[in-house]
């Protein structure tokens, strides 16, 4: 960050989380007597949808990236979605490395500005370093547009990612939807063509300008801040001999 001159540049510093979604949502605690069997409504076990997210230091957010399982691509997919929404299949549902090389140079671009960005500081892209996100292809595209890919360190992303701050609201704000649609559509079962309504209100909720400025902050990515992680949190493991 500062051999790039991207301290006071939050606009220029984005970070890219992955989560999961499930047609089959967690029903909400109730209270009973410990010997009853409550029966929970919700649909039956289903593929995963996978969600691209991402946003910049200074809380603007970027559409989501829907990755529907199947082959043939539907626009009612996105029927209700997040604006500017966009996605594609693949056979199970989870990203690949063509999926995210895909998001990378069409989908992000087009909502990060990188165009205007390929003079002066470079923009700095933060994800984790599964395999689905290595592409040669994609290295030298990104430095060809002025982009540096920053893989976090291995086995860390529960501290430096800031995903852990925005996913974990959406997810309990995801299943409180697919909750009052069961309520409201008696007999019907979530589909893979509802996911991204439902999600459009939880998506908007987490990535909020406040949510991502505080993500940033609180993983110590901007402002800069060496102090927010302690050395114990990325110790090796030790393993203890008992006595």
Known sequence: MTNNNLHDKPQRIYNLEETGISQEHKPPKIVCDKGTNPQCVTSPGG???TIIAGGNAVGNSIPPYFIF???????????GAVLGSDGEMSKNG?????????????????????SDMSKGAPTLIL??????????????????????LFVLPPHTSHIT????WLFGPFTSMYNKECQTYMQKHPGLTISKYQIAELTA??????VSTENLINAFRKTGIHPFNTNVISDIQVALSVIYQQQ
Do not use: C, E
């Open 161 to 164: 990612a800031t995903g852990r």
């Open 94 to 114: 989870w990203s690949t490395s063509s999926i995210f090389q895909n998001y990378i140079m069409k989908h992000f671009v087009k909502y990060a500005n990188v």
């Open 69 to 79: 399982p199947g082959k043939r691509w539907n626009d009612d997919f996105l029927i």
């Open 127 to 148: 994800y984790d370093g599964h395999k689905s996100h290595i592409s040669l292809t994609l290295t030298d595209w990104a430095k060809k547009h002025n982009i540096i």
């Open 201 to 206: 209100k939880p998506y908007m909720k987490a």
């Open 47 to 49: 593929s995963t949808v």
